[in-house]
């Protein structure tokens, strides 16, 4: 049996690594798998908060055992529906029917949509308070943080915020469960952006409200259902989101393209070394043929200045191209920099519609964009220098702002 891990004196960590699973929503990679946390607060109620994937409800069971010692589950409070935390919740409420599900509106139809009629339910709003013996837990509705009826939980004694899916990540948690125990931190953060950029990005006014619902209590833990527990490093991972929820960014170039037999690298990399040369930093650049889309958006979630190239494909975009441009509008991802360059053997046709979704996502367009055709000439790398250090001036002098 696993040891069980104590998150404070009166509340225990029950959660499981997967690393069999390698996409997330069957979509987004998770090379790093992805944890499932579920917690057990114990006092003279004992709650459980979430659940976890139902391909682990084996262990999760005997996490379950071993923390209650015998003693009784009295409720299970759902923050989140999404089946990567409530899968489990059928087979749980198996082996404790006595528990009470402790639901809002919202997850009470979830819930019934999910596993039809569950006998014990207790329906809770903002306004209510749970009292379980020493505190009262409270709750905070956090709509479309990912889900309409996602919810937070608020232990005061404990000072410890339960948040869904919010300030969550990608990747298990390796060796312990808390920030500090961490020596990747910035690996950490790239994955938590990534995964809110892919997850909650299109939600950011909803995720602004959330956190003001949140910013006057006192919190010592933040603790996510997926990814570490925060701790030592709230502030950072406060500061990130009120980033990300805001569609702000820092400084730094993502320059993303696409290429079937490489001729275009030799544009991108002009472009980008330009721009690196005039004190950009970082300089990312994803070549979408090879590397996943998640990452690219990751990214241009988090900097200011975009660089994106395209082959002609078809007559069109190239496919992969069309993805990322399609989950960026979906995303309202603006203001940014932006620039743009492409080619195509013998009718480039990719300047005007990534013209258009420049102009559509409303970004601030530093230079004219390049087009080559069959492979890089002499003058085409004047003008991907001449691109690159454009978009290095515009991202050296400040924040982007919505281009009218
Ligand atoms: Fe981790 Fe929205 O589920």
Known sequence: MEPIIKVNNSTYYLGVNDRQTRFFENLWPIPHGMAYNSYLIKDEKNVLLDTVDITY????????RAALAGEKLDYIVINHMEPDHSGSLGLILSHYPE????????????????????????????????????????????????????????????????????????GTVDGGIFDYQRSDTEHQMN??????????GMYGPFVQKAMKKVESLPIKQICSVHGSIWQERIPEILRLYDQLAAYGSEPGLVLVYATMYGHLSELADTIAHAAGRAGVTPVKVYNLASQDVSYAIGDIFRYSGVIIGSPTYNNSLY????????????????????????????NPNVAGKLADFGE???????????????????????????????MAKAILSGTPEIAK
């Open 57 to 64: 409800t084996d262990r999760f069971l005997r996490q379950i």
């Open 99 to 170: 528990a009470t599900l402790v639901v809002n509106r919202q997850s009470k139809k979830m819930l019934e949509g999910y596993f039809g009629e569950v006998e014990h339910v207790l329906e809770v709003s903002e306004k209510e308070t749970l009292p379980i013996g020493s505190r009262e837990l409270r709750f905070i509705t956090a709509p479309m943080v990912h889900w309409p009826e996602v919810m937070f939980t608020y232990d005061p004694l404990e000072e410890t915020l339960y948040s869904a899916d919010a300030f969550g990540s990608y």
């Open 191 to 200: 994955e938590c952006t990534r995964y809110y950029s892919n997850i909650v």
């Open 319 to 346: 496919p992969k191209i069309e993805e990322l441009l399609s989950k960026l509008e979906m995303r309202k991802v603006s203001p940014r920099f932006y620039g743009h360059f492409g080619t195509g053997s013998w």
């Open 360 to 390: 559509r996502m409303k970004w601030t367009t530093v230079a004219d964009p390049v087009t080559m055709l069959m492979s890089m000439a002499d003058d085409k790398e004047a003008e991907g220098v001449r691109l690159g250090e454009a």
